[in-house]
Each structure stands twice: as C-alpha cells, then as structure tokens.
C-alpha cells in the first residue's frame, strides 16, 4: 500500500490573486480556501465591529486619528461591500469579471486592515499567517508553483514542504521594467502598449520619486484602460481583462418621498474627522446595505434621523427635538433626497 511519503498531497499556494473555480479532488488549493473563507459578508461585518473600536480609540489624539483615517474610510466602504462581497464571489468563482475584481481587492483591503497580513500576494492581496496555513493540511506535503509572487515560498517555508511540478498561470506577453529605468523606457513601453506588443508593462522595484520618473510612471498607468487595471489590480485585472476602480460602482441611493409618518432607509453613524487645524470634530456618515455611495452628512442630521426612527410621525419627530415641524422640514427635505428616509407607506 503506498505510503504518504510516495503520495503526497498537493498545496496550491493562495496567489497570485483568489483563483476561479471549485478546489480538485485530493488537491489544497489555499488560494480557493482563502477566497472561500476571507471574501464573505460576514467577515466583513466582524471587520465592522474591529474596526469602529479602533477608531474610537484613534479619536482620542490627532495624530492617531490620522494615523486612522485609511480605517475610517474601510469602516464605511464595509456597508457596500458587506452587500456586495458574496456575489462578487459567486462570479468569481465561475469566471473572471472586472467589477467582481474590484469588489473582491477593497474586501481585501478592508478585512486585511483588521487580520493584519501583510499584502505581498502580487504586492496586493494578503498572505495568510503560518498558523492558518497548518491548520489546511497534514501528511507528507508538496508546494506547486502558480505564478509570479504567488506566495509559494512562504507557504514552503511556513508548511516545511518541498516543491513539486509548477502548475503554471497562462499570462500574456507583458514587458518588464525596473523602476529606475522607467523615465528612459516610457516612450519603448508606451509603444509596445499601444501597438499590442504587449497586453502590460510591469515596473519591477521601486520608482524613484523624482519629477521624471513619475511622469513616466503616470504616462504608463494611462496608456490603456488594461495597463490602467493591472497598475490597480496586478494580474488578476489581466484574467478578468480589466478592473474598474472600487468607488466607480457604488451609486446613489434612490431618493424618498416626504410625507406626515417617515422611516428610515439605511444606517446612519458618526465618525471622527479633522479640519485644517488638526482640531477633531465629528462627523456624520449616511451608510446603507446595499451598493449605494456613503454620504456624509452634518451630525444634526444624524439626530433627526435616529428621531425618525423613533417616531416616525413628523410632529412628534419635531417636538422629540423641542423644535418646531418647519424647524425640522429643511433637514427632513434633505435626508429624503439622499435616499436616507421616505414617507411610510400605509398600503
């Protein structure tokens, strides 16, 4: 009978980006694990939760806070995507798309934040920890290459495993440049671009930040939509054949209908924000489950809106707020062009 050591199991390591289709029988593909248990709504809801904690602690200072603020925008972009994420996944897994892509690298970006692996996965999506990887397998054990910056060296390392046969990731032709070669090759690099030589240029190691070589490197990001994407997205906008910025797909929220009985359409949460002079004040933020565009808003209008939710009948809303019906109107009018409130419909 063979042995685990003439058999052993195949690992996939979990890059260069969350692959498509469903995990082989007798193979751990990381990658397909990693999507299946990172990229969920619910993740993203218990990223919510870690990350208003550490940005009330944040609020403490203005130096912390805006050591934050990359947080705060991943607390409100974890409503659109906590509706989003598992579709996203559900066309992913069937086949690469665009804005599947884009969806799937902000989730990535957000739960990331929280977990802290680090995003060395094609320098953009996050490497899970040893101790997550031991916990996906057991036995004798053999690491396939997937791709460039796939993470399999770590996964080797982590797994004290060795390699075996290379799967192999079909890339197309691309051209590759060292950042600090950059500002002389741009024209060579724009050329291969436009004439289809080449379907990217990837800039190997750092640009360096004088006036020319960014220029250059802005000149590149721009010379097609796909070499625009794979700048965002890396390899996986080149499977999906492009990549839309995350922000792009969010839309407004419909607007409401004033009435007399009003009910609120969404969430509504306050967060820290600094002015010009680092004083901290805070501010309102308007959030709803669903891909529709956060809007921030005036805290009083946060006030308004939890009356609402507590009263529904306009004049009962004004007199919780010891002000007049007219008081409130202009800021009730406001909150249903947003999309924040309508009238109850009583059908």
Same mark, same amino acid.
């Given at each position: 009978?063979?042995?685990?050591?003439?058999?052993?199991?195949?690992?996939?390591?979990?890059?260069?980006?969350?692959?498509?289709?469903?995990?082989?029988?007798?193979?751990?593909?990381?990658? $397909?694990?990693?999507?299946?248990?990172?990229?969920?709504?619910?993740?993203?809801?218990?990223?919510?939760?870690?990350?208003?904690?550490?940005?009330?602690?944040?609020s403490r200072s203005p130096r912390q806070l805006l050591m934050?603020?990359?947080?705060?925008?991943?607390?409100?972009?974890?409503?659109?995507?906590?509706?989003?994420?598992d579709d996203a996944v559900a066309t992913w897994r069937e086949?690469?798309?665009?804005?599947?892509?884009?969806?799937?690298?902000?989730?990535?970006?957000?739960?990331?934040?929280?977990?802290?692996?680090?995003?060395?996965?094609?320098?953009?999506?996050?490497?899970?920890?040893?101790?997550?990887?031991?916990?996906?397998?057991?036995?004798?054990?053999?690491?396939?290459?997937?791709?460039?910056?796939?993470?399999?060296?770590?996964?080797?390392?982590?797994?004290?495993?060795?390699?075996?046969?290379?799967?192999?990731?079909?890339?197309?032709?691309?051209?590759?440049?060292?950042?600090?070669?950059?500002?002389?090759?741009?024209?060579?690099?724009?050329?291969?671009?436009?004439?289809?030589?080449?379907?990217?240029?990837?800039?190997?190691?750092? $640009?360096?930040?004088?006036?020319?070589?960014?220029?250059?490197?802005?000149?590149?990001?721009?010379?097609?939509?796909?070499?625009?994407?794979?700048?965002?997205?890396?390899?996986?906008?080149?499977?999906?054949?492009?990549?839309?910025?995350?922000?792009?797909?969010?839309?407004?929220?419909?607007?409401?209908?004033?009435?007399?009985?009003?009910?609120?359409?969404?969430?509504?949460?306050?967060?820290?924000?600094?002015?010009?002079?680092?004083?901290?004040?805070?501010?309102?933020?308007?959030?709803?489950?669903?891909?529709?565009?956060?809007?921030?808003?005036?805290?009083?209008?946060?006030?308004?809106?939890?009356?609402?939710?507590?009263?529904?009948?306009?004049?009962?809303?004004?007199?919780?707020?010891?002000?007049?019906?007219?008081?409130?109107?202009?800021?009730?009018?406001?909150?249903?062009?947003?999309?924040?409130?309508?009238?109850?419909?009583?059908?």
């Open positions: 009978m063979p042995s685990d050591h003439e058999n052993p199991v195949r690992v996939l390591p979990p890059g260069p980006f969350p692959p498509m289709g469903r995990e082989p029988a007798g193979v751990v593909d990381l990658g $397909i694990r990693l999507r299946d248990t990172l990229y969920r709504r619910s993740v993203v809801l218990d990223a919510r939760g870690a990350l208003q904690t550490s940005i009330r602690m944040a934050a603020l990359p947080s705060i925008d991943a607390f409100i972009d974890s409503w659109p995507l906590g509706a989003m994420v086949r690469p798309e665009p804005k599947a892509l884009a969806v799937l690298h902000r989730t990535a970006e957000v739960v990331g934040s929280v977990l802290g692996w680090p995003r060395s996965l094609d320098r953009r999506w996050p490497l899970p920890d040893e101790a997550w990887m031991r916990r996906q397998v057991s036995g004798e054990l053999v690491v396939a290459r997937r791709g460039p910056r796939d993470g399999s060296a770590a996964v080797a390392m982590a797994l004290d495993a060795r390699f075996g046969r290379a799967e192999g990731l079909p890339l197309p032709a691309m051209l590759e440049i060292h950042g600090d070669e950059l500002a002389h090759r741009v024209d060579e690099a724009v050329d291969a671009l436009s004439a289809g030589r080449v379907q990217a240029v990837d800039v190997d190691g750092w $640009i360096p930040w004088d006036d020319a070589s960014q220029a250059a490197a802005e000149r590149l990001r721009g010379a097609t939509p796909l070499q625009e994407a794979y700048a965002r997205y890396g390899l996986a906008a080149l499977a999906a054949g492009g990549g839309m910025p995350f922000a792009s797909l969010l839309t407004d929220a419909p607007a409401g209908v004033v009435g007399d009985r009003m009910r609120r359409v969404g969430d509504a949460v306050i967060v820290p924000g600094m002015d010009g002079s680092g004083n901290i004040h805070p501010v309102g933020v308007l959030c709803w489950d669903d891909c529709h565009r956060p809007v921030r808003v005036n805290p009083v209008a946060i006030t308004v809106l939890d009356a609402i939710g507590a009263h529904e009948e306009l004049d009962a809303v004004a007199k919780s707020l010891q002000a007049s019906r007219p008081e409130v109107m202009g800021l009730v009018e406001q909150l249903a062009e947003v999309g924040a409130i309508t009238a109850v419909d009583d059908g």
